[in-house]
């Protein structure tokens, strides 16, 4: 069975501040796919991104940075410089390779960017 | 434009009359999912659906039908919807080489 950990369940920090959501998974499978997703306050569901299991880069977009560690089973995602707009709620997640409509999401961290 | 839509946005009904939340994707995605979100419980996937015809339980699929007659269509069924159903629920599909996961704006469903 998969599980995606996100322990931290809120986070606050001031604006500017970098902080970083951390999230651990298991699952038996060698290949899948990570994923992150933004709830803002608004509610809808926002992909940010999607990473495959056998391709270890890092990936950096703007201010939001992926680090992706499989010897560690984590999928951290840190917030560089942030702003007020990224409060929200994050999740991580995790699908099947062999059959990606299977996921498995964590159960979220909150974060509150403070001005 | 690309989306997922999900009809109603909100909905109260009674305990055990039977309700449909219907989605819809224009974006001709094979795999389509419904998902319902609680305080602290994060998404939990109740069925997914590999092309038409084909679909298969989530995580917490009780109480719950699909179906998947069309490639666009993939309605979630409550035959008889009890209160501790009462939730936040999204329908979603998954794009071309499972790049990105577009979710509709939610069903916000309470059953007293």
């Known amino acids: 069975a998969q599980k995606v950990t996100q322990a931290q369940t809120e986070i606050s920090v001031v604006e500017k501040e970098d902080v970083t959501l951390d999230c651990v998974y298991e699952t038996r499978d060698t290949t899948y796919y990570l994923f992150w997703y933004k709830q803002p306050p608004s509610g809808e569901l926002v992909f940010l991104i999607r990473r495959n299991s056998f391709d270890e880069q890092n990936e950096i977009s703007g201010r939001y940075s992926w680090n992706f560690q499989k010897s560690t089973s984590s999928f951290n995602f840190t917030i560089t410089a942030s702003q007020v707009v990224d409060s929200a709620v994050y999740f991580c997640a995790l699908s099947e390779y062999t059959n990606a409509g299977k996921s498995t999401f964590g159960d979220g961290t909150t974060l509150t960017v403070k001005p | 434009e690309a989306q997922v839509t999900q009809n109603p946005r909100y909905l109260i009904t009674v305990t055990g009359k039977k309700l449909t939340v219907t989605c819809s994707q224009n974006m001709n995605h094979e795999y389509m999912s419904w998902y319902r979100q609680d305080p602290g419980l994060g998404l939990r996937q109740i069925y997914y659906?590999?092309?038409?015809?084909?679909?298969d339980k989530g995580d917490v699929p009780e109480g719950y039908k699909v179906s998947r007659k069309e490639k666009r269509n993939f309605p979630l069924i409550l035959e008889s919807p009890s209160p501790n159903q009462t939730s936040l629920y999204f329908c979603?599909?998954?794009?071309?080489?499972?790049?990105?996961?577009?979710f509709g704006p939610g069903t916000r469903l309470t059953v007293l």
């Open positions: 659906s590999m092309n038409v015809e084909v679909t």
């Open positions: 979603a599909s998954l794009g071309k080489h499972y790049n990105e996961q577009f």
